[in-house]
Nanobody
Framework: QVHLVESGGGLVQPGGSLRLSCAASGSIFSIYAMGWYRQAPGKQRELVAA??????NYGDSVKGRFTISRDNAKKTVYLQMNSLKPEDTAVYYC???????????WGQGTQVTVSS
């Protein structure tokens, strides 16, 4: 059983930055594909960024602003979010899976609100 716990959400002004963290337990983290998804009210959940054995990929709306990284020793994945926009407001979920893509195991989510 893999357990994922997100942290780091909050309220930030447009143009600001936040860093989300997701700590994983119960997994062989080094071979565990990790990703961040988000869901805004009334919208479908979408992929923000993923980091797997095949590399890194980002959703089109966050390219150049967000960076995903991982620390295998700490079993933690990070999402550095810069130049935040109001449309980035959503609940951000951490996800993971053994294989080439995340999406099997999920954290509880953390709220990110971008507003002045």
């Amino acid at each position: 059983q893999v357990h994922l716990v997100e942290s780091g959400g909050g309220l930030v002004q447009p143009g600001g930055s936040l860093r989300l963290s997701c700590a994983a337990s119960g997994s062989i983290f080094s071979i565990y594909a990790m990703g961040w998804y988000r869901q805004a009210p009334g919208k479908q959940r979408e992929l923000v960024a993923a980091i797997t054995s095949r590399g890194v990929n980002y959703g089109d709306s966050v390219k150049g602003r967000f960076t995903i990284s991982r620390d295998n020793a700490k079993k933690t994945v990070y999402l550095q979010m810069n130049s935040l926009k109001p449309e980035d407001t959503a609940v951000y979920y951490c996800s993971g899976a053994y294989g080439v893509a995340p999406g099997k195991d999920w954290g509880q989510g953390t709220q990110v609100t971008v507003s002045s």
